[in-house]
């Protein structure tokens, strides 16, 4: 009996292939679409430290819970890891990064210990880099450079809240926040007027009164010698626009300059739920139109036809619930004039109880059914879910599979591919899910490394063939294994999984015809259809066949 778990040997994988990361290159030359795209999350702090000297600022320097500062991860080390090629090897086509504004200068203790905003969640200037992430310099380097390898950049936009208060973070004026009531969460109302968690201040993006800039940040301004020259812009918005001076207009301003600026192809947005619908229809169309405008300047730096992506953040939103939100007094639909996909909180639990087959059967009817022409990111770790799919990282193999094999997006969390601890001990709540990335298991671990090749086999495979994960998925047989087809228009893969018999026979005639020269991704054997059929002797459980 075969098992990948037991007889996986990456070293015979890639006998064939020294370089991984040449084949995926080839995969730049086809469709990408976001709906079988392969994103990367990552906490900006936490994944890579390219560049020590700013790894303090503003004092941060107090004493914090276990995980709660600063770490020293950054844009440059980011930058560094995509020159390597990891995310290529990886079959990583976008790349999303936690918050890189500016934040609170002061720590604040939640009942965790001290915290400093390393997440990027607590926002205190929303036109300025955290100089502990590092500069827009940075930021310009990244993209060109992930763009070059066809790679896609997500940054994390936050509409709905502020950081928290401190000594040295004064709380914004009462007409641009609400601090009080804390959600309560029972209904619509009691989601959105709102404030997430006492000390957080709820931006009160249902207004359209006019509001002043915040008096902090004017002085902030004009002491690092830039008040006039954003003034400037917001007054051109404001007149291009003809938005009323509110609040959440201010800041899609500001956000939308990340798009015009840096030709950034995304943002995965926080907390949707807690803000009115129309307030991210409103986002879509500043964005969009940011979008629109950069490529028209920058034609030569455009990477395809692709729309501005947006994926929202709806606490708890299953792929079962369809386009509709129930908040227990009313439904939303994000996906109206909105949202392009929304984050699936379901898979890792249809992954634990149901049958592979079943899974990709739902997926696949759901996807191309009530939510045609939309998406959902499906992941199995992430950095705020205390019960991802596998907490112990026992089952490591698996997690690849299904998350790689489902249809829809998928969200490979830092780490997942490495199998980074996620229970580290002397940590509070979600700071045990954000350790720092393992580099030197990957580095010096056999083990990990034997992971680490599984996760790029499939990765790879997803990113070359968008069939994957956007195609018609087509059940072939059940016996002795799960062998299915995914197509979309040219692009047609049979895939095998749990195939325990190492001589095997699989029927490809739907697919592929008599004659057709054929590849197993997963282990480099080629294969040439004969009767409608492939036969090959294999000690792996997995095939992913492709048309050479």
Not at 167 to 175: A, E, I, Q, T, Y
Not at 316 to 333: M, R, T
Not at 413 to 429: K, M, N, P, Q, W
Request: charged letters at 30%; one cysteine or more.
């Amino acid at each position: 009996m075969k098992n990948i778990l037991v007889l996986f040997v990456f070293t015979s994988i890639f006998s064939c292939q020294e370089k991984p990361s040449e084949k995926i290159s080839e995969g730049k030359k086809k469709e990408f679409v976001w709906e079988g795209a392969n994103v990367y999350f990552l906490l900006t702090d936490r994944f890579n430290n390219g560049d020590t000297t700013n790894d303090i600022n503003f004092n941060r320097t107090k004493e914090t819970g276990k995980l709660r500062g600063f770490e020293g991860g950054d844009i440059k080390g980011i930058t560094q890891k995509i020159k390597e090629g990891y995310f290529t090897d990886l079959g990583i086509n976008a790349i999303w990064m936690t918050p890189i504004v500016e934040q609170i200068h002061a720590g604040t203790d939640e009942g965790t210990g001290v915290s400093y905003g390393y997440h990027g969640y607590w926002a205190k200037d929303w036109t300025n880099i955290d100089p502990n992430y590092g500069t827009k310099e940075d930021l310009k380097e990244l993209v060109e450079t992930a763009h070059k390898k066809g790679i896609r950049v997500l940054l994390d936009a936050v509409i709905n809240h502020t950081g928290p208060v401190t000594d040295k973070d004064p709380v914004w004026p009462s007409d641009w926040v609400r601090t009080s009531p804390t959600c309560t969460y029972q209904n619509y109302e009691t989601t959105t007027a709102c404030s997430l968690v006492e000390n957080l201040p709820d931006i009160k993006t249902e207004s359209n009164e006019a509001v002043e800039l915040p008096k902090q940040l004017i002085e902030k301004w004009k002491a690092e010698g830039r008040y006039e020259q954003e003034i400037k812009e917001l007054k051109e918005f404001f007149e291009r626009t003809g938005h009323p001076k509110a609040p959440r207009f201010y800041i899609m301003k500001w956000l939308t300059d990340y798009i015009t600026e840096f030709g950034i192809d995304g943002y995965r947005v926080d907390t949707v739920k807690h803000t009115e619908e129309f307030v991210w229809q409103e986002f879509k169309q500043e964005c969009d139109a940011a979008f629109a405008e950069y490529k028209k300047n920058n034609p030569d730096k455009v990477l395809d036809n692709n729309n501005f992506y947006l994926v929202g953040e709806v606490y708890n939103y299953a792929i079962s619930h369809g386009k509709a939100f129930d908040f227990g007094d009313k439904k939303v639909n994000y996906f109206d004039k909105a949202f392009n996909s929304l984050i699936n909180f379901e898979i890792k639990w249809n992954a634990k109880q149901m049958a592979e087959k079943d899974v990709f059967y739902k997926y696949d009817s759901l996807l191309n059914g009530n939510l045609k022409g939309y998406g959902v990111l499906n992941y199995m770790t992430s950095h705020d879910d205390g019960q991802p799919f596998d907490k112990e990282r026992e089952i490591p193999y698996k997690t690849a599979t299904m998350l790689l094999l489902t249809p829809g997006t998928s969200q490979v969390y830092y780490g997942d591919e490495s199998a980074r601890d996620l229970t580290i001990e002397g940590t509070v709540g979600d700071a045990t899910l954000r350790s720092f990335m393992n580099w030197d298991e990957i580095q010096n671990s056999d083990e990990t490394k034997k992971i680490l090749r599984h996760w790029q086999k499939l990765g790879q495979f997803r990113a070359n063939h968008m069939a994957v994960g956007a195609g018609k998925h087509q059940l072939i047989s059940y016996q002795n294994g799960l062998i299915f087809s995914r197509t979309r228009n040219e692009d047609k893969v049979i895939v095998g999984m749990n195939l325990y018999d190492e001589n095997m026979s699989i029927d490809v005639s739907s697919i592929f015809k008599n004659g057709d020269k054929l590849r197993d991704f997963y282990s480099d054997a080629e294969f040439e259809v004969k009767e409608g059929k492939v036969n090959f002797s294999s000690i792996y459980s997995l095939i992913l066949l492709e048309k050479i």
